[in-house]
């Protein structure tokens, strides 16, 4: 508590101080609405904004750093009604009190803005605003639509700049509300008729108009647009406003130009430049044909001149040779493979001849068999009394029955 007595002097800076501290503990005055009308505006070359607010009886001064100035969706200026949110405090160099702005919004038009915010925050929670779902723009244009006022500046800036920078492009110019209430729903079925009847022909779509207050655009913030627009099969530029102006259109676009001028200049070719790249093309892929060329017969020349030490007929000779000893060499191994072999077969016909039953009958020995089934007897269990059984012998075989079995006696 400051005493007002001779023993307690201050000095400016402290008692400044002091004054600065009672606003910083005032919780209102850190954050606070006020409305009042521009003056004095002016923007400094760092981006900083300096003017009054005032009403009737009372002024403030405010600032607005560039931090903050860079989302303004608007361009103050002097007389210009405005609701400003931000903190109250003492700017201790020339010890005034001043109002330190955070946020901007024009008198009136909060609740467009509050409207602009939720749809655009919507629409982004359900993906129309998302990188994948982007159009491709393509690369060699013929022809494109524009909807927009047919009598505004925005459609002869689009045609003049592209007729200049592309003189065989076409264009089709599609009228279309641009404002007004039935203005959204007409920009929308001005799309929808593009795709159902021009899907095959055109390349893009430029939708737009020149600058205006967020009431005029207000068309391209319409969540019929912006669906329109999303289920586009043919690629949509918006052009909308002027460059600090952003619409519900610009974010669900395929491409967002900063104005209807900068639409046709980003997405029509220059014919000119594009014959000045193709020559340098046709340019380059020339001197790499000849330099190709000439790196060819140089190693051309240098296979020619190699010839002479390589001599092909030598390696030829060699080979005449290696082959007629390859031939020598394998006509050996298959003789000796032959004879081998014929050693062998001999060999084996001569154990087939000493194991041939018919050799063994032969030498006087028989062989039995069973009738009726014709199994070998070689045990006595083989056969019974009565039976009848055949016996082989060399020259024929005998049909026999059996009388009598007796065992051999050990």
């Known amino acids: 508590m400051i005493r007002n007595t001779l023993e307690n002097i201050y000095s400016v800076s402290k008692i400044t101080k002091y004054i600065k501290n009672i606003f910083n503990s005032d919780e209102i005055l850190q954050d606070v609405w006020i409305l009042g009308e521009i003056s004095n505006f002016k923007k400094h070359s760092s981006g900083h904004l300096y003017f009054v607010l005032k009403d009737e009886n009372s002024q403030i001064r405010c600032v607005m750093f560039r931090g903050n100035s860079l989302y303004l969706k608007f361009n103050p200026r002097d007389g210009m009604k405005v609701k400003i949110r931000g903190s109250i405090n003492v700017y201790e160099k020339r010890g005034e009190y001043q109002l330190y702005a955070k946020e901007i919004l024009e008198a009136g038009k909060g609740e467009l803005y509050l409207a602009f915010e939720k749809l655009k925050n919507s629409l982004k929670d359900e993906g129309l605003f998302l990188e994948d779902y982007k159009k491709t723009i393509p690369f060699n244009k013929k022809k494109f639509a524009v909807i927009t006022s047919p009598t505004g500046a925005a459609v002869r800036d689009i045609i003049s700049i592209s007729t200049r920078r592309f003189p065989n492009i076409q264009i089709i110019v599609v009228p279309a509300l641009v404002q007004g209430i039935n203005a959204a729903e007409d920009i929308a079925g001005k799309i929808d008729f593009l795709n159902t009847n021009f899907h095959d022909e055109i390349d893009f779509i430029i939708i737009g108009r020149g ?200």
């Open 211 to 410: 600058g205006g207050s967020i009431e005029e655009l207000w068309a391209f913030n319409e969540e019929i647009v912006a669906r329109s627009i999303f289920k586009s099969k043919i690629p949509v530029v918006s052009a909308v406003g002027h460059e600090t102006d952003f619409t519900i259109s610009d974010f669900t676009a395929d491409l967002r130009s900063p104005t209807p001028s900068a639409a046709a200049e980003m997405n029509v070719p220059d014919k000119e430049q594009m014959s000045d790249s193709i020559q340098v093309l046709r340019d380059k892929l020339k001197f790499a044909i000849v330099r190709n060329y000439e790196k060819k017969m140089e190693r051309l020349k240098y296979f020619k001149k190699n010839l002479v030490y390589l001599n092909p007929e030598n390696k030829i000779n060699q080979y005449y040779q290696y082959i007629d000893e390859f031939i020598y060499k394998a006509s050996n191994i298959l003789n000796n493979l032959i004879k081998i072999n014929e050693e062998k077969i001999k060999k084996d016909l001569q154990r087939l001849d000493s194991l041939n039953p018919w050799a063994v009958i032969k030498r006087g020995y028989s062989i039995c068999r069973k009738i009726p089934g014709y199994q070998i007897i070689s045990k006595l269990k083989d056969i019974e009394t009565n039976d009848h059984f055949e016996v082989i012998i060399s020259d024929g075989k005998l049909i026999a029955k059996v009388d009598k079995k007796e065992e051999k006696k050990t």
